[in-house]
């Protein structure tokens, strides 16, 4: 079966709809300035936002053709407004085994990130490595979907949309999900004018306390719970544990 990270037209077409998340990353760098780190930047939908606001943004991913289609777009971003724009830095690397060293006031971990690391050890080593790129006063911050928020809660194939493909026009798209021992099992079909995929994910569906759990274990405390956005989605805000009560009143 065919990585829905290898395809970044397909991609950016099952995301296109997903806006309601660029504005609060956008409000969180303004208020703990840049450089900002993206882990699983993909194709830049947030990472672009944040560079055309005028951030310094290190686009972390492991897939070579997602992140060539975030810097392709943002070098047009960067052509088309000139030096009112930040800069983009790719960095292609597994964030299990990224070492360079960073610094930087901000990491976020977007659009479910976490619930690509399977195991307990593997969400703790990720903790631990973005606590080595995050500058003194740093705050990491992540969006993830429980089971029921309403992202993840039907089980079947299901249409989920016509999408408008960049040079291929109109396809549809259906999703095939299934749970079992708190892995989310997708396959999506993808069906455009002269071609059929099929792709495969599978992601972990943590919970808040397992989350804040592997936080801690790498040595941060939770800073802000509050979520920005509707529904049961978490979106968790943590600073090094030895500052958090510093930062603790912080909007
Ligand atoms: C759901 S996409 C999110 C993309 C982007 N953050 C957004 O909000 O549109 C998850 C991304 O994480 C990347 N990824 C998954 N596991 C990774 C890992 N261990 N290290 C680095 N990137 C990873 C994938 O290649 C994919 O681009």
Known sequence: MQSLYDYPDIYDAMHAAVVEDVEVYGDLARHTGGPVLEVGCGTGRISSALVGA????????????????????????????????????????????????????????????????????????????????????????????????????????????????????????????????????????VQTSDSDYTFSLVLRIWNRRDLVRAAATAGFRLVEPDTPFAGDALFLRFAAASEAAATENQP
Request: proline share 4%; net charge negative.
């Open 54 to 189: 005028g951030f310094t943004v290190y686009g972390l991913d492991s897939s070579v053709v997602l992140l060539a289609r975030a810097q392709e777009k943002i070098e047009r971003l960067q052509t088309d407004n000139g030096a009112a724009v930040g800069r983009f830095i790719p960095l292609q690397a597994d964030i299990l085994e990224y070492s360079d060293p960073l610094s930087v006031p901000l990491v976020i971990l977007p659009l479910n990130f976490c619930a690509h690391l399977h195991t307990m050890c593997a969400l703790v080593g990720m903790f631990a490595a973005v606590r080595r790129l995050l500058a003194p006063g740093g705050q990491v911050v992540l969006h993830a979907f429980p089971e029921g928020s309403g992202v993840a809660e039907r089980d079947g194939l299901v249409h989920r949309a016509s999408l408008s493909l960049r040079d291929a026009g109109k396809c549809d798209w259906y999703e095939s999900r299934t749970v079992s021992g708190g892995l989310e099992r997708l396959i999506w079909y």
